[in-house]
C-alpha cells in the first residue's frame, strides 16, 4: 500500500505562477525525495530533504519538511509548460541492516497552461 | 556517465508465459531496485538487490523474481503472466542514500 498521499492530484495554472504540492507520510523516515515524471517515462529525481532539515532548495524548486507532522511541500516558482509531468513524493523509511526501498505517494498531475 | 538502461522497452506476452527484464545500474552503483507502476496501484517496490543479494521485498507474490550478477547488473522475472502484469516496471539504481537513478522502464503487456 501507499504510504504517502499527495494533494492536489491535479494542479492546472497559468505559466509564470507558482506551483504548491503537499504530501503526507506514515511513518518514520530517512529522508523524502520528490521525483517527477513525463507521459509514462522514467522517474527524475528532483530533489531530497533530510529528517533533518527543514527546508532545501534547488533552482526553483524549495522543499519543505515538518516530521512533527509528516508532511512535506513541493514549490516550483515561476512555472514553464516543460513543468507539466507528474509529480510524486517518495519516503525512504527507516530499515533494518541498511535495506533500501522508497514508498511513493499516488502523485500530483501538474498541467501548465500557456 | 552512462545512466540506468533497462531492456527491452516495450514488451508484449501472453497470459502464462514467463519474462526477463533487464536492469544495467550506473557504474559504481551497488544498490537496483525494481518497482511497478499501474494506474490503479500506482508505483511499488517490489525489491532491491546489493552485492547480489536481495535485502528487501515488496509485497508481491513469488512468481515476481529477481537476482543480480558481480557486475551489479539485475534481471527481474515474472512467471505465468496474468493480465494484471501489465504494467510499466521501472529499474533504479543508487550509490548512497543521495537519491535513486531511474530507468526509462519497460512497458510490458499482457494479452
Known amino acids: 500500500s501507499q504510504q504517502g498521499e499527495e494533494d492536489p492530484q491535479a494542479l492546472s495554472i497559468q505559466e509564470g505562477e507558482n506551483a504548491t504540492m503537499n504530501c503526507s507520510y506514515k511513518?518514520?523516515?530517512?529522508?523524502l525525495q520528490w521525483y517527477r515524471q513525463n507521459s509514462g517515462r522514467g522517474l527524475v529525481h528532483l530533489i531530497l530533504?533530510?529528517?533533518?532539515?527543514r527546508e532545501k532548495h534547488s533552482g526553483r524548486l524549495r522543499v519543505t519538511l515538518d516530521t512533527s507532522k509528516k508532511s512535506s511541500s513541493l514549490l516550483i516558482t515561476a512555472s514553464r509548460a516543460a513543468d507539466t509531468a507528474s509529480y510524486f513524493c517518495?519516503?525512504?523509511?527507516?530499515?533494518?541492516?541498511?535495506?533500501?526501498?522508497?514508498?511513493f505517494g499516488q502523485g500530483t498531475r501538474l498541467t501548465i497552461n500557456p | 556517465k552512462a545512466g540506468v538502461t533497462q531492456t527491452p522497452r516495450y514488451l508484449i506476452k501472453t497470459r502464462g508465459q514467463q519474462v526477463t527484464l533487464s536492469c544495467s545500474p550506473i557504474?559504481?552503483?551497488?544498490?537496483v531496485s525494481w518497482y511497478q507502476q499501474t494506474p490503479g496501484q500506482g508505483l511499488q517496490f517490489l525489491f532491491e538487490?546489493?552485492?547480489?543479494?536481495?535485502?528487501n521485498k515488496g509485497n508481491f507474490p513469488g512468481r515476481f523474481s529477481g537476482r543480480q550478477f558481480s557486475n551489479s547488473r539485475s534481471e527481474m522475472n515474472v512467471s505465468t503472466l496474468e493480465l494484471g502484469d501489465s504494467a510499466l516496471y521501472l529499474c533504479?539504481?543508487?550509490?548512497?542514500?543521495?537519491?535513486?537513478?531511474f530507468g526509462s522502464g519497460t512497458r510490458l503487456t499482457v494479452v
Open positions: 533504479a539504481s543508487s550509490f548512497t542514500d543521495y537519491g535513486y537513478t
Open positions: 511513518t518514520s523516515i530517512n529522508n
Open positions: 530533504i533530510r529528517s533533518n532539515e
Open positions: 517518495a519516503t525512504d523509511p527507516r530499515l533494518i541492516q541498511g535495506a533500501q526501498k522508497l514508498v
Open positions: 557504474s559504481g552503483h551497488r544498490s
Open positions: 538487490y546489493f552485492s547480489e543479494t536481495q535485502r
